[in-house]
């Protein structure tokens, strides 16, 4: 850290320093403008002079040194935390340091023109954000996530699925914030779905409803939330080890926290390869905008059940999603670039997203300790369970499990955390299916 330190030193100094320099060119250019006037044959050697200074000065004036700002260097800053904690801790190490490294990226000043931010049109950042822009990237990242995902226990308990729909409150609930706060329809229904902890979801119906391209009935033009609305996700999934425990020991009880639940009946292979198509006609015919992130799913499940088509799931799940994670997670964190991210309107997202996160928690912690008491005997959940409602899978599931354990060493939570936290991928691209309907 002291390295770092001594670097953002350096920075702030050239950054000091900077007017000094121009005052001085400008200085100079006078000068050279009066010696023209009053000295009509310099001679080549102060010419020589003159021309390597300029030429100098010039290169100064196309380094980062000459145009970064403050917003630049507290962006990089941030774009280094990401990247350390991701480190350090372990938080979302996948997500986090390819978006730090964007972040990083996208705020290294630049003279505009060449070609060479994401926002200019022609430059190979603009490219690759395109399939942030136009949606295509979250889609075949559900195809990679349904490639790897069990269904099991969703299937040997289906009532949990309620857990992962009562966390959809978030969404909801963020929605109206959103609007209190001032944002228009489509951006509050791009921000509300923050709640969810999803971030390709998310970062789907930004593309669609905020993207600065848009433009609503009174003739405006929506704002482009894209960038805030993805680091908001993406940063609060990361953080699931730190906001979900203090919540779960406010809302349960210790002895709600060792209750065991009865052991999952097997599920068989038919079982399993039949989920996906229900699932899909299901899912679907009730939110038939939510088909390029649910379609995905099911069929990259498809491909993991079918047993014929190992080669397919092996790709869907390892080689294909990982490169779709480094472009999303770099291109999204480029596009924060200090003179369109830091606003007023990206800090209160941010602040809505803590609330949405929030708020998710709790409403899947409530619904579980409500659904209890409809329930008797070995037929009770744990009521932690409900947690793993929202849907950044599975580490939702891994704090539920964490946390059981330590009320009760033997109890594992695990796989039954698993069921609310696949039904909440569901019951996400569901809710920004029906929010896109009307709101697209």
Known sequence: MKKLFIIFGVLSFLLFIRPIIVNSMNVQTSTSVQNTIIHKKPSNQNTLYQGAYNALLKFYHYTGFANTTPGNLLMILIGIIFIYLAIKFDYEPLLLIP???????????????????????????????????????????????GAMTDFSSLIANPKLMLLGAAAQIG??????????????????????????ADGPTAIFLSSKLANGVNILADGTTVKNLIGPIAIAAYSYMALVPVIQPPLMRLLISKKDRKIRMKPQRAVSKKEKMIFPIVALLLTTFISPSALPLLGMLFFGNLLKESGRTERLAETARTKLIDIVTILLGVTVGASTQADIFITKDSMMIFALGAFSFVIATMGGLIFARFLNLFLKGDEKINPLIGAAGVSAVPDSARVVHMEGLKSDPNNYLLMHAMAPNVSGVIGSAIAAGILLSFLG
């Open 99 to 145: 978006i730090g490294t964007g972040i990083i990226i996208g705020n290294i000043p630049f003279v505009a023109g060449n070609q060479t931010g994401i926002y200019e049109t022609g430059s190979v950042l603009n490219y690759l954000y395109f399939g942030v822009v136009k949606g295509i990237y979250p889609p075949l990242i559900f195809l990679g996530i």
């Open 171 to 196: 969404v909801f609930g963020t929605f109206l914030g959103a609007l209190y706060l001032g944002f228009r329809l489509p951006e509050a229904g791009a921000i509300g779905i923050i709640g969810g």
